[in-house]
């Protein structure tokens, strides 16, 4: 990465910093509803090598295989906000800090290179920004928490990028550490290191990547968020929360039924991050299997942001012997993930994707993913 980036901007970069993408084992769309999540930060990571320069233009270049690529986007930190593509993870990061702590930046060269897969669902975008916000942070001399930085990476998605999603993605990628989950508790604002146990068990997690792309800003994301909403204010509640998965069915008929549903979704996901999150940490990991596979359920039927090929690709991993396997992510496209015994997993891999592409669907990108850290200063030799 240092060679590619002296040979973009003829000159040395500063150092390298880094943040991988997410798995979320449990837990969806509870972010924005007070609930529980099971994050891990996965071994697929964006890498960002950044120099300060001494003036205000910001140029960004990046390996990523789409029309910018090869080129270098320029621009100046005040029209950072008013980034494209995706340099808008890059710059609405330097505008966010900026604009949040009141501060002038200075302006920088960046090269980007990821082997996170984008729109899959694993948080592509939450690595970018948040690899950024950690370079320009100790660039700028900032000494931002990592509490503070989750919320300036929701800006980055809220304001520059348009998407109204949650703080899921940027608690997962910030915080994660190898080898362990996140448990976040978003009504209470905490965060619970829970080690996983998978390699011990003899574990893994595959992702299937569905290659049916979503899009959070145009998607129907902004819909189900705003039907949480409706749910909370019939319910006189000020997050889903505050319902008990004892008191779910009293509101059937009381709200409009797609309500209702979506209500139950979430109240009975946050139920099940929490038994997930007991057996993880009372190191029972292998029975975790059909609650996920509950959770899937729940999405499917209830909260209604999966799709064909991936109800496809949970069923065949079921009927491949997972021990379990879910929707992961905001849906509406992106990824499964499943549980599997690492013993059998290549077998799996390959069983999961014929069926899915046998019922019709294209053929799934199937890659096992490890619990890795979170974003940080990538250590050089
Ligand atoms: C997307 C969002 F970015 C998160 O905030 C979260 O709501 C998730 O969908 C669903 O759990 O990843």
């Given at each position: 990465m240092r060679e590619a980036f002296a040979v973009a901007f003829g000159a040395e970069a500063a150092g390298i910093w880094s943040a991988p993408g997410r798995v979320n084992l449990i837990g969806e769309h509870t972010d924005y509803n007070g609930g529980l999540a099971l994050p891990f930060g996965i071994d697929r990571r964006t890498r960002v090598a950044v120099r300060l320069r001494d003036d205000h233009v910001v140029r960004v270049a990046s390996?990523?295989?789409?029309?910018?690529?090869g080129g270098v986007v320029e621009t100046t930190l005040d029209r950072a906000a008013q980034a494209s593509g995706w340099s808008r993870y890059v710059l609405g990061a330097a505008h966010v800090l900026r604009r949040e702590l009141g501060v002038p930046g200075t302006g920088f060269d960046a090269l980007v290179s990821s082997?996170?897969?984008?729109?899959?669902?694993?948080s592509s975008s939450a690595a970018l920004e948040s690899a950024v916000l950690v370079a320009l942070d100790e660039l700028w001399g900032l000494g931002v928490e990592r509490r503070a930085m989750i919320r300036l990476g929701q800006l980055v998605e809220n304001e520059v990028v348009g998407a109204p999603t949650g703080t899921l993605d940027q608690s997962a990628v910030l915080l994660a550490e190898r080898d362990h989950a996140v448990l976040l508790d978003f009504r209470a604002g905490t965060a619970e290191q829970v080690p996983l146990g998978f390699e011990a068990a003899g574990l893994e997690i595959l992702v299937i990547d569905s290659l049916v792309r979503h899009d959070h800003a145009t998607g129907g994301y902004g819909e189900r968020r705003r039907e949480c909403e409706e749910a909370a204010r019939i319910a006189g509640?000020?997050?889903?929360?505050?319902?008990a998965v004892d008191d779910v069915e009293a509101w059937a008929g009381r709200m409009p039924a797609a309500v209702h549903r979506r209500l139950r979704h979430v109240v009975t996901d946050t139920d099940r991050a929490a038994r997930v999150a007991g057996f993880v940490r009372a190191g029972?990991?292998?029975?975790?299997g059909p609650i996920l596979t509950d959770g899937h359920r729940s999405q499917r039927d209830?909260?209604?942001?999966?799709v064909p090929a991936i109800d496809a690709a949970v069923d065949a991993a079921v009927a491949a012997g997972a021990l379990g396997a879910r929707l992961t992510g905001g849906g509406f496209g992106g990824a499964a993930i499943a549980l599997v015994d690492v013993a059998a997993s290549p077998r799996i891999q390959r069983e999961v994707a014929d069926a899915v592409e046998a019922a019709g669907h294209a053929r799934p990108v199937v890659f096992a993913v490890h619990a890795s850290q979170g974003a940080r200063r990538d250590p050089e030799a």
């Open positions: 390996d990523f295989a789409d029309a910018q690529a082997d996170v897969p984008v729109g899959v669902g694993v509640v000020p997050t889903l929360r505050e319902i029972r990991p292998r029975e975790i209830d909260f209604e942001d999966s």
